[in-house]
């Protein structure tokens, strides 16, 4: 099960922390990924990261502006957004791709 939170209504230039816990596997195993979907869009891939943290990699969209990290002693993975932008408004899904988590609603404006 991945279940997000920290999402909610930011200004632009802002920032966010996204949280996703995991249960009910071995999460230290397992890459994770951030995906997000806009209104009327198809869900794209944000960002990704190793099982052990070590590697990581993102969207050109957000590269630069968004750190994905985990910890692997909490069963957690995060989203670090920085300079929120207008078009960063989305629902945020963390995946190990077995499973979804039901998102979180990250909306950019003044």
């Known amino acids: 099960q991945l279940v997000e939170s920290g999402g909610g209504l930011v200004q632009p230039g802002g920032s966010l922390r996204l949280s996703c816990a995991a249960s009910?596997?071995?999460?230290?195993?397992?890459?994770m990924k951030w995906y997000r979907q806009a209104p009327g869009k198809e869900r794209e891939w944000v960002a990704s990261i190793a099982s052990t943290g070590g590697a990581t990699s993102y969207a050109d969209s957000v590269k630069g502006r968004f750190t994905i990290s985990r910890d692997n002693d909490k069963n957690t993975v995060y989203l670090q957004m920085n300079s929120l932008k207008p078009d960063d408004t989305a629902v945020y899904y963390c995946?190990?791709?077995?499973?979804w988590g039901q998102g979180t609603q990250v909306t950019v404006s003044l």
């Open positions: 995946t190990d791709f077995a499973s």
């Open positions: 009910g596997f071995t999460f230290r195993y397992v890459a």
